[in-house]
């Protein structure tokens, strides 16, 4: 099979029957064998009645549905399960990705040898209170990440070769950053391909300003585990050791201090009496906890067995 189209949505019925007849059209005046995979993250609507109707009407279209809302990310982890194509393209539900894009993306993988092309609409119809943290968040995944040539990590439209979505796992609301999990894969041929992006025809964004916050924790979280993740030591046992060297030293110093003013014959004062003793002691036990526990809860979640479990109600 040649591309696997996969598409994560929430409330989409009015845009659905329109986007996969315009897929179909690109298909089919490109003969490309293919799939698409619609991925219904827990819709109120009848998004799911229609992909329903759309799965009878063609064998192409096959179906996931969530029995409730778990976000983007792990519909686009369900999604790339069940993917068969050599290239494996996400998209958009809501019209604003354009199909006509695929051809292009699918020569980029095949023939230019790209393991991932993002798409970057370098021309938005989006509000001003949407573009501009947009700008500061893309500015800040370039650095963090080193990935220069991006200028759109969010960006819903990108292609895969299908070694890239088998080998990286998508979790959390990760999918702003999967051309950082396949760098650090090991996949580092990421290009990217200027698309149409077209205004939204039905229904309102998905996405509130929240993501943006949360967009920066989870960058921050991924540069962790890629810099540390393996040998978390470095760094928690690095700081827990300085914290803990730096305590006991000034323990040592309050107990000098008392020593020394028992044998000049100074007034008598406990030692628990200096609030330089209660600074030292916290030092040292924050310093033991930084070295044994610091990174417990990220390495636990990362090894969860339940972590990427899913209510899946049917399949197409």
């Known amino acids: 099979m040649d591309i696997s189209v996969v598409i994560p949505l929430y409330n989409e019925e009015e845009s659905l029957p329109e986007l996969y007849a315009w897929i179909q059209r690109v298909m089919n005046a490109n003969h490309f064998s293919y799939e698409v995979i619609f ?72 023939v230019d040898g790209y393991d991932l092309v993002s798409g970057y609409k370098k021309k938005r119809y989006d509000p001003l209170s949407k573009t501009i943290p947009t700008k500061l968040f893309n500015a800040t995944a370039r650095a963090v990440s080193g990935i220069k040539n991006l200028h759109d990590f969010n960006c819903g439209l990108k292609a895969y070769r299908k070694e890239v979505i088998k080998n990286i796992e998508v979790y959390g609301e990760m999918h702003r950053y999967i051309p950082y999990l396949a760098k650090n894969a090991g996949f580092c041929k990421i290009g990217e391909k200027v ?28 540069w962790f585990l890629s810099k540390f993740g393996i040998q978390p030591m470095h760094i928690f046992g690095l700081l827990g050791s300085l914290m803990f060297i730096l305590g006991f030293i000034a323990v040592i110093t309050v107990g000098a201090l008392k020593l020394y003013a028992i044998y000049t014959g100074a007034p008598y004062i406990l030692i628990t009496d200096s609030p330089y003793f209660y600074l030292a002691l916290t030092t040292m036990i924050l310093g033991t906890q930084l070295f044994l526990a610091g990174f417990l809860g990220e390495m636990i979640a990362r090894n969860a067995p339940e972590r990427n479990k899913y209510q899946i109600e049917k399949e197409l």
């Not at 025809?201 to 967009?215: A, C, D, E, S, W």
Request: hydrophobic share 35%; charged share 25%; proline share 3%.
């Open 195 to 222: 698309v149409q992006h077209q205004a939204r025809k039905y229904g309102v964004t998905k996405f509130g300003l929240n993501r943006f916050v949360n967009g920066y924790l989870d960058l921050i979280s991924l």
């Open 39 to 110: 991925v219904n993250d827990g819709s109120t609507d009848r998004s799911w009645q229609v992909i329903e109707e759309l799965a009878a009407q063609s064998d192409n279209v096959k179906g996931i549905k969530f029995r409730r809302n778990h976000g983007k990310s792990p519909a686009l982890f369900c999604g790339f399960e069940k993917a068969q194509g050599d290239v494996v393209i996400t998209m958009d539900a809501d019209l604003q990705d354009s199909p006509d894009e695929i051809p292009e993306l699918y020569r980029m993988i095949t």
